[in-house]
C-alpha cells in the first residue's frame, strides 16, 4: 500500500483541475472559472474568497490558504495541504480531493 498523497494541478491556460494519484497518471476532476471551482460534470462546488478562505456551494467556510508559506488548512485549522497556486489552488484541493466532490 502506497502511502502517496493525491494532489492537484492547475492548467493556467484552460483552468482544468487535475488530480493527480500517483506522479504517473492523472484525471480530469474539473475547471476554475474566475474564482469559482467547478467538478468534471459542470457542479459548482464553491469558491477561492478574496480574503484567502475557500467557500463550499453554500457559502461555508471549509478551510483557508497562508498566503505567507502555501500551507492549506481545514475548517478546523489543520494543515491538510501545500499549494503554490494561493487560494485558488487551495480551492480545487479542497474541494475536489479532499471533500472528494469529484464524480
Request: hydrophobic residues 30%; proline residues 2%.
Amino acid at each position: 500500500m502506497s502511502d502517496f498523497m493525491p494532489y492537484t494541478t492547475i492548467d493556467d491556460s484552460s483552468g482544468y483541475i487535475y488530480k493527480h494519484i500517483d506522479d504517473n497518471s492523472s484525471d480530469w476532476a474539473g475547471y476554475i472559472r474566475d474564482s469559482s471551482v467547478y467538478n468534471s460534470h459542470g457542479d459548482y462546488l464553491g469558491y477561492a474568497g478574496n480574503n484567502g478562505n475557500v467557500y463550499d456551494h453554500n457559502d461555508h467556510m471549509i478551510g483557508w490558504v497562508d498566503a505567507h508559506n502555501g500551507h492549506v488548512y481545514n475548517s478546523a485549522g489543520v494543515q491538510v495541504y501545500d499549494t503554490n497556486n494561493g487560494v485558488v489552488g487551495a480551492a480545487a484541493y479542497l474541494l475536489c480531493i479532499y471533500q472528494g466532490n469529484i464524480p
